[in-house]
């Protein structure tokens, strides 16, 4: 990505032949040319359902922008942020990664409204690309990259309607995604919750390791030779722990209890490497009882945490730590023999606080001075079922309620057509959905579940009846 950021600095230069004239295609004025033909071609783009829509979008563009591939980096959808569509090679090596490195070293250009035009290293060579932002007055940060099979440039009157398109599919999108329905926003939420719980366990891990490389280096006992030497050891040992680590599914697994503590202890032992504290381990006494990853992560984010603090205090010679389960619960303790001087907030620390929260969990420290410290962490094994839809129609688009409600007035698939201003062959698709998502077999079912759902159409017919 290191050529984006040379040419981001001559971004006056690479995009001034573009807005004096340059190498203007006319296929574009005859396509785009005037106010009517731009709406038209926004209005077919936002009547594709979403599962399509980036690749109609670039069927659309295609006249206004030549390419070869599409990529989308969104701001809004933390299901599928990352989507690119066109040629096998690039679209196939297009990443998440590049596409935010990209946005970053473009920001400058596009901060001004405008696209950005040039050359950059993108999916694994030099290709020419247009870069589109969300306009600077939206609170949404969504870049369209473009790659382009030529490097003439594009004329600034085509990148400028290519602006204001990409702003207006933005919007939709973000009123789409804040109006969701059930199904969405809740597969939207557990991978953004996944994704999160992923972040705070290697930012669990990446601090265990650096404390534990930093103590022998403080280590007041050891010669510079020897610190070096246990330093490196403990960071040759921590990068492959993370390399492990990095090919895990944490998300739909379960962990043995045994495995789950003899992890955690062995996350911890470093940590006490080159000190005087000894630790004492009590692992779970069913040890055969499996635990959900996300508990077990965060049972040991927070045991992790605690003896961090710990270990901040003066006179400390002594931990013990103990996993055991109550019930549907399980309990993860952790004692000192220090002053007993631990804030009774000092879980905040991290957010390890939060992480036991979004589990419905419970955190507590009890610091008797001159005696110690006890911090006490309830996770419980089952999370409750997130609220069911009860509302049958709560699953479908509006453009699916208003098909809905015409096809419970009786109507055929041409004469909604003609009310909606929509093609035949579309009705057909939102039809096909609705039955799909309403769990019906025909069309006279789905107007029944319409009429005891009293949509306005069918009250009217009710009215005149």
Not at 2 to 26: K, Q
Not at 298 to 324: F, I, K, N, P, Y
Request: negative net charge.
């Amino acid at each position: 990505m290191g050529d984006a950021d040379d040419n981001v600095a001559d971004d006056s230069a690479g995009t001034a032949t573009g807005r004096a004239g340059g190498t203007t295609d006319e296929r574009w004025r005859r396509h785009w040319g005037r106010p009517e033909d731009a709406l038209a071609h926004a209005v077919e783009v936002l009547r594709t359902p979403r599962p399509g829509l980036m690749t109609r979008l670039s069927e659309v563009i295609a006249t206004l922008v030549p390419h070869v591939a599409i990529a989308q980096l969104s701001g809004i959808c933390t299901y599928s942020p990352t989507i690119a569509f066109g040629l096998p090679e690039p679209a196939g090596a297009v990443s998440g990664l590049e596409l935010a490195r990209l946005a970053e070293v473009t920001a400058g250009a596009t901060a001004n409204g405008r696209p950005w035009q040039g050359e950059t290293k993108l999916a694994g060579q030099v290709r020419s690309v247009v870069v589109v932002a969300a306009s600077p007055t939206d609170a949404n940060t969504a870049v369209l990259v473009l790659v382009r099979g030529g490097s003439d440039a594009v004329a600034a009157e085509a990148l400028a309607v290519l602006q204001q398109l990409w702003d207006l599919l933005v919007a939709h999108s973000h009123h789409r995604a804040t109006d969701a329905g059930p199904h969405h926003a809740a597969a939207s939420r557990a991978s953004a919750g996944s994704r999160a719980r992923a972040i705070a366990e290697f930012t669990g891990l990446h601090s265990a390791a650096l404390t534990g490389i930093l103590s022998p280096l403080r280590s007041a006992a050891l010669d510079d030779a020897t610190a070096r030497r246990a330093a490196t050891e403990l960071a040759v040992t921590a990068l492959l722990d993370l390399r492990r680590g990095a090919d895990l599914d944490r998300t739909l697994s379960e962990e043995p209890a045994d495995a789950a503590f003899a992890r955690l202890d062995r996350e911890l032992r470093p940590l006490l490497r080159h000190t005087r504290v000894r630790l004492d381990v009590a692992p779970p006494a069913e040890a055969a009882r499996s635990v959900p990853a996300d508990t077990a992560h965060t049972a040991r984010d927070a045991v992790r945490a605690a003896v961090l603090l710990m270990l901040e205090q003066d006179g400390l010679t002594r931990l013990h730590v103990s996993w055991q389960f109550t019930g549907d619960t399980l309990r993860a303790v952790v004692r000192d023999d220090g002053p007993g001087l631990l804030a009774a907030d000092a879980l905040t620390v991290h957010r390890t606080a939060d992480r036991i929260a979004a589990l419905g969990g419970r955190g507590t420290i009890e610091a008797v001075p001159g005696w110690g410290t006890t911090v006490t962490v309830d996770l419980p094994l089952t999370l409750p079922e997130p609220p069911r839809v009860t509302d049958p129609l709560d699953g479908l688009q509006p453009r699916e309620l208003e098909v809905l409600d015409q096809l419970a007035q009786g109507r055929r698939n041409r004469d909604i057509a003609e009310a909606l201003h929509i093609s035949e062959s579309t009705v057909k698709f939102h039809v096909a959905n609705i039955l799909a998502k309403l769990g019906v077999a025909s069309r006279g079912e789905a107007a029944a579940l319409a009429h005891r759902a009293g949509m306005p159409g069918t009250a009217a017919l009710h009215v005149a009846s």
